[in-house]
């Protein structure tokens, strides 16, 4: 039951002077809350700490890296390590093949994926089921299974050594995971859009770019960030098929600067290459992180 | 030109090829899938519908076909022979399997290791993030200002994790001598008293676990320890469901468990007996059996006319079995064997893909009980598990099953860890749940009082297995001692537990045996963001109603936890679980960055076992039978997931 | 719409015709694992173009990788029967690839210049009595002690097993059962290392191999090898919870801390630093029937078996083994030469590499001779970590060894 305050009980009420601003915010502050987020700033610390210790490594003196300490920004900050890392060769084509890699598998990808799950979810068909249940029926096969006579069939093709087996595949609408989500989506699109253009003359064709695509954007911007995050961390692919400096992505660079026979080991070294590694995927992420959570809520708990 | 200048530049153009590709494959395949339509006689706007409707399929179909159904076809063709690189192909039927399965010679010996290992992941780590995600969802669960960066905030370590470059950044913190981690926190136990008690309790904690863990994992027999587990999982589950009145609900959880733990052992027999040799027919006669009398309870449960067909067909071939057995008595019996227990399996394996509504068949429930009692009392004595099991009624009385020890041997050979008796335990303990679980509404005191003695009996078990086990470690020690040798299997246990740590003992977290495997929970848990979403939306859809109806009754907070958060969200539960499970067989970049030589052995996992073996090893008939080992679990566990939740799916 | 797909169908079928139109040059692939930045500049920028100047027509292109994917790497090459012409292998590599590997003796036996390469190091190059390749660098890998802190210098080097174990306990020290003095560190600075186990059943007098082929896993030698490295790990550790050294900068033996141990010459101080005063080089200390040795690590290319005509890649070979190429890639890469006629300029401007080739031509023994190296690596270190933390007996040890060493020759067709 609701109370109703009415002003003649408000009048009743002592009055006391105003009390200061100081007393006033300390009123405000509601005691669960400031124990809330003192949790979550504890479990925060947590979460970041490795992001910050990477970021402060990278600008240390390989002296400083080689001995305990606690201090997480050192008193003089090394951006020579930076500059270092950005004069190497190596590392720059690294870099710009993992850009373009990326790009690549992105356009493809996401035009297949889009192809193959407006057919799953807005056309009707003998054998989509079918079909469709041997899409699903692929997520179960772990992906080590394929791997050797995968090997096998990139040689037969002359692929090996080439950046074709990671970027080719991805064309054959790579990942039931990522048509489940986008065909999830396009079901939810009211079906008299499809069927006005139908009767406007319009074949599938043109109402899958003109009616859907358009209306599919959120879904396709979510397979667009998993696939780029996905990528650009790929390591095992590149490193079993690459094979050769030329043509190393990111992952492979970063992972082999840990190989290095190198004593003391260079972590500043590694560690700026790691935060340069790390900044587009922090950057995507931040910047579409609604698309993240949506995706995973949204195949994780629904469908 | 600039070798990767001119790399890319023909990666571009094969893509265009392939686009064109795609474009003329697509047409073919419409068209013929159009023709093939004609042919069946579907009419002309049908056939419209199924040209249009392969042409946008027909990327997803051709590559299928060119990288997974050829690729896989191929693979499982190269784990039935001994196909190794450079070497000629040879056909060797199961062996592969069997070796790996049974753990035989040097590689199925460092599979179970690696399985070990997985397993480890599961039953340590699992739970770890489950609580790690769970924790943080309820935290953001409410409504505060700025939830929603503390929401990206937790997150991302899911996206970073991904990659090498965060794996490395933990590589150093984690650094034994003098990285952040272990300065931090010998710097806080200097300075307080209390934290430095907790900071050594935690090292011989971790010590203690983990090297008893490799004891057990280096293939120690545990004793009756073995005993203890089952039957106390079943006391427990008994004990939740003996509680209160005997409701719907319980009874459809107590079959719940029935049917996972059913499910569970008939894999295992099913795998063992698969690959078991020489074969013993007691093992096939009882899983065909077990799994029998499971099917029968099951399709009881169902509304099917053909369940005592199914039943009675699977029963009928392992008579045909035995009698054939007894008549001739040689090879011929592994096949007829594997088959009835298959055959035996097969219904159970039908009632999960199609759930059928409930019945009741109360009589034909009183009568699988006495058939299921038939079966255990003719069968078990002496004859499934080498006369192991005998030792039930010294347990039943709370007597020690163990006669008066005098060496090792006897010890190793008595319980021999691949006696399949614990399993018989499970065993016991699904079919008395299933035959719980059909128990009706109108004899509530009837089930109460199968499930109280059920309790009794297995609570009796697991303290005097308990007790037992306890009695025989020492008893191995001693005899050791005794002898003047080593118990290598538990002396690095021995030596964590023999003190309590020195002042200035640090985790040697990357370094040592015992610490590997906790550095990498440490960094999942650090990474557990994903399933974090999947509970904070579960949580977001339970009604707020139920919470104010439970204040109402002056609930408080943990009884509205438990009674009202955990069971609404159980179905996110159970499917963290499951991608967990999946995941900690499929480890590998995590393993790849952090191992060193010193440490590649404990922390690999099934997933890195397998790229060890081809890649490294060039073995790759055996890498394909631990890829379908791997593949075969994994089905089963989507199963379950399908069975038990609706299909659900989510990429990291 | 018929129309829209014959336009796009033509245009594809163009794009695929003219895609394979992408001409090569006769390219002779090099595949070397771990070279520095300016190692691989100096291929491409002073090697290469010298070679491609006496051989018109032919371009030569260099591969890198690291040692961690190494195996999986070349198997792929091997399985498809492509890859580079020339494979850059470890020391004990020959024996595990074998007949992968071209026979170069048609090629090779007559070069006069081949008298010039260090016997040892041919031997490491050779399967079953044909050359496979030329070494390229060795790396000799001593003991090495540090006369200044030593307890007693004057019993440097130990030359037994005993002496090396009552060394280690002179000079070692535990506190708060964490290290803070070895005697000892081995090369990996971790529970042991396989290389150095394999060196200790030679220095103890014993071989990897019977007559027959079969595992000496079982002999007196592995028991004592293994018996000597158990000791000196319990020296220093009292038990497997024993914390390590606390880090030091720079490399170990230069730590202060650290009295001897096996390291490879990139984990030592510069051949410049003054510390050299003070260490000493020696051999591996031997058993009781045993010699001291010194292990030596052949570096070296080889032409897989798979490449059609091997005449190109030998001439590449004989081209960069060349003494003056051999003497350049010492300044550049620091590589140490296997030709003994390009050690005189290294020898004279280098104490510390004149005393290390001393050592190597009087105890080397070349890592060689190594039958499924892949299998047999996680082997050694699985089961000798588990005799070394207390998991295994001696004697289960040695004969899981054995066993399972002898499985695996047999799986690999090295039994008949």
């Known amino acids: 039951m609701a109370t109703v305050t009415t002003n003649a009980q408000l009048s009743a009420l002592p009055r006391t002077a105003q009390p200061n601003l100081f007393l006033r915010i300390v009123r405000a502050i509601d005691p669960r809350a400031l124990i809330l987020y003192a949790i979550l700033l504890a479990a925060s610390l947590f979460f970041l700490f490795p992001m910050a210790w990477m970021a402060g490594t990278s600008l240390k003196t390989i002296e400083e890296v080689g001995q305990p300490q606690l201090n997480l920004l050192p008193a003089n900050p090394q951006w020579d390590n930076y500059a270092k890392l950005l004069r190497e060769e190596t590392f720059y084509r690294a870099y710009t093949n993992s850009v373009f890699v990326v790009t690549l598998v992105l356009v493809g990808t996401v035009t297949s994926i889009a192809l193959v799950a407006y057919t799953f979810s807005r056309l009707e068909w003998k054998g989509r089921g079918i079909v469709f249940a041997l899409m699903m029926g692929t997520l179960m096969l772990p992906a080590q299974a394929t791997l050797v006579p995968q090997y096998v069939l990139f040689h037969n093709l002359g692929w090996i050594r080439t950046f074709n087996p990671i970027t080719i595949p991805g064309f054959f609408a790579g990942g039931a995971a990522l048509v489940f989500l986008v065909r999830q989506f396009m079901l939810s699109i009211p079906r008299e859009l499809d069927e006005a253009a139908m009767i406007d003359g319009a074949n599938p064709l043109q109402i899958w770019w003109y009616v859907i695509m358009p209306l599919s954007r959120p879904a396709i911007a979510t397979i667009t960030v998993f696939l780029f995050v996905g990528q650009w961390n790929n390591l095992i692919n590149p490193l079993i098929y690459l094979q050769r400096a030329e043509l190393f992505t990111m992952p492979i660079y970063v992972a082999q600067k840990n190989n290095l026979q190198e004593s003391p080991i260079p972590w500043q070294d590694i560690m700026a290459a790691s935060v340069l590694f790390v900044i587009p995927v922090l950057v995507v992420f931040i910047l579409t992180q609604r698309y993240f959570v949506e995706g995973i809520t949204m195949t994780g708990t629904k469908g | 030109m600039d070798v990767s200048a001119q790399a890319r530049l023909e990666n571009l153009l094969w893509a265009i090829g392939t686009a064109a590709f795609i474009v003329i494959g697509s047409v073919l395949v419409g068209q013929a899938a159009k023709m093939i339509a004609r042919w069946r006689g579907l009419s002309t706007s049908d056939q419209r519908k199924v040209f249009w409707g392969f042409l946008f399929a027909a990327p997803w179909i051709i590559g299928f076909v060119i990288f997974v159904l050829g690729p896989a076809l191929a693979s499982l063709y190269y784990s039935f022979t001994d196909y190794k690189l450079g070497k000629e192909m040879n056909w060797t039927g199961l062996e592969n399997y069997r070796e790996l399965l049974l753990g035989a010679g040097a590689q199925g010996r460092r599979f179970s290791q690696a399985m070990f290992n997985s397993f480890y992941y599961m039953a340590v780590g699992v739970p770890l993030q489950i609580i790690t995600s769970l924790g943080m969802a309820m935290l953001l669960n409410n409504q505060l200002r700025g939830i929603r960066l503390f929401r990206l905030i937790f997150y991302l370590p899911v996206i970073l994790a991904g990659g090498p470059a965060a794996l490395l950044a933990w590589r150093y913190m984690l650094a034994g001598n003098g990285g952040f981690i272990n300065v931090t926190l010998q710097n806080l136990a200097d300075s307080f008293f209390l934290f430095d008690w907790l900071y050594r309790g935690f090292i011989f904690t971790v010590e203690a676990f983990n090297s008893f863990y490799a004891g057990i994992a280096g293939g120690d027999p545990i004793g009756p320890f073995k005993y203890a587990v089952p039957a106390l999982i079943g006391a427990l589950v008994l004990l939740s469901i003996a509680r209160g009145e005997w409701t719907p609900a319980k009874r459809a959880r107590a079959w719940l468990v029935a049917e996972l733990i059913g499910a569970t052992i008939i ?386 | 719409m018929k129309k829209h797909f014959v336009l796009v169908a033509a245009l594809a079928l163009l794009l695929t015709a003219v895609l394979p139109a992408v001409a090569q040059d006769q390219t002779l692939e090099i595949y070397i694992t771990g070279l520095t930045e300016d190692t691989i500049k100096w291929f491409n920028e002073v090697a290469f173009p010298a070679f491609e100047a006496d051989h018109p027509g032919v371009q030569l292109e260099i591969l890198t990788g690291g040692w ?115 005697g000892f560190m081995d090369i990996g600075s971790g529970l042991f290392d396989d290389q150095e186990f394999i060196a200790y059943i030679w220095s103890a007098g014993g071989e990897l191999y019977n007559e027959d082929g079969t595992s000496a896993f079982d002999s007196e030698a592995t028991a004592e090898a293994l018996k000597f490295m158990y000791d000196r790990r319990r020296i220093m550790m009292p038990d497997e919870t024993t914390a390590g050294l606390p880090p030091f900068e720079g490399v170990p033996i230069a730590s202060g801390n650290v009295v001897s141990g096996i390291f490879p010459m990139w984990n030592m101080p510069a051949t410049t630093d003054p510390l050299w005063e003070n260490i000493v080089a020696a051999p591996y200390p031997a058993g009781e029937n045993g010699e001291p040795l010194i292990q030596v690590f052949i570096d070296w290319l080889s032409v897989p078996a798979y490449v059609e005509d091997p005449a190109l890649a030998v001439e590449f070979l004989k081209f960069i083994t060349s003494k003056e190429n051999a003497i350049e890639l010492s300044k550049v890469a620091g590589f140490t030469p296997v030709r003994t006629d390009a050690w005189e300029e290294l020898k004279a401007s280098n104490p510390v590499w004149a005393k290390l080739l001393d050592l190597a031509v009087e105890y080397g023994r070349p890592f060689s001779d190594i039958r499924a190296s892949a299998e047999l690596r996680p082997l050694i270190r699985e089961q000798v970590a588990l005799y070394m933390s207390d998991q295994q007996s001696l004697e289960e040890t040695q004969q899981m060894l054995k066993e399972e060493y002898d499985a695996i020759l047999e799986d690999n067709g090295y039994l008949d």
């Open chain 2, 267 to 652: 894999v295992l027999l099913a795998a063992r007996a698969l690959v078991a040799d020489p074969l013993d027919p007691g093992l096939l006669l009882g899983s065909g059996a077990l799994a029998a009398a499971g099917a029968f309870i099951a399709h009881m449960r169902g509304e099917t006319r053909r369940f005592h067909l199914w039943t009675l067909i699977p029963l009928a071939l392992a008579a045909v079995g035995i009698v054939i057995l007894m008549t001739f008595g040689s090879d011929a019996e592994r096949s007829l064997y594997v088959l009835a227990l298959l055959a035996a399996a097969a219904p159970l394996v039908l009632v999960y893909i199609t759930r059928t509504p409930m019945k009741k068949r109360r009589l034909l429930g009183a009568g699988a009980a006495l058939l299921t009692g038939i079966i255990i009392v003719r069968l078990i004595p002496g004859q499934l598990d080498g006369g192991r099991l005998a030792v039930l009624p010294q347990y039943l009385t709370l007597q020690s099953a163990i006669a008066q020890p005098d060496n090792l041997d006897y010890l190793n050979e008595g319980f021999a860890a691949t006696t399949p008796a614990a399993l018989w335990l499970y065993g016991l303990v699904a079919l008395v749940l299933g035959g719980l679980s059909l128990a009706d509404n109108r004899y509530p005191r009837t089930a109460r009082t199968i499930a109280l003695v059920s309790l009794a009996a297995f609570g009796l078990i697991a303290v005097s297995a308990a007790i037992d086990g306890v009695r025989y470690f020492q008893a191995y020690n001693q005899i050791a001692a005794a002898t003047g040798e080593q118990n290598y299997h538990f002396a690095q246990f021995n030596a964590a537990t023999a003190q309590w740590p020195d002042k200035n003992r640090v985790p040697l977290w990357m370094t040592n045996e015992l610490w590997s495997k906790p550095s990498l929970i440490l960094i999942t848990m650090w990474s557990s963001g994903a399933g974090m979403l999947i509970f904070l939306a579960a949580l977001k859809g339970v009604p707020r109603a139920f919470y104010e109806a439970a204040e109402v009754d002056g609930a408080n907070r943990w009884q509205k936890f438990w009674k009202i958060t955990l069971p609404m969200i159980s179905p996110a539960m159970f499917y963290n679980v499951v991608i967990g499970v999946i995941a900690a067989l499929q480890t590998f970049d995590t393993i790849y960055i952090l191992r060193t030589p010193q440490t590649e052995d404990d922390l690999a996992s099934a997933a890195f076992f397998l790229f060890n073996r081809t890649f490294r090893q060039l073995e790759i008939g055996q890498g394909a039978a631990v890829s379908w080992i791997l593949a075969g679990i994994i089905v089963l566990l989507t199963v379950l997931q399908f069975r038990y939740n609706k299909w659900v799916y989510y990429e990291a």
């Open chain 3, 68 to 182: 961690g994917e190494f195996d999986a790497t070349v198997a792929g090459w091997i399985t498809t029967g492509d890859g580079p012409e020339i494979v850059y292998l470890g020391s004990e590599y020959a024996a595990t690839f074998g007949d992968l590997l071209a026979d170069l003796d048609p090629y090779l036996k007559d070069w006069e210049e081949l008298d010039q390469f260090l016997p040892a190091a041919l031997e490491a190059v050779t399967w079953d009595g044909h050359l496979r390749g030329l070494p390229l660098l060795m790396s000799p890998r001593p003991v090495f002690y540090r006369t200044d802190l030593a307890a007693d210098p004057s019993v440097i080097p130990p030359l037994t097993f005993a002496d090396a174990l009552e060394f280690v306990k002179a000079n070692s020290a535990v506190e708060n059962n964490a290290m803070t003095r070895m």
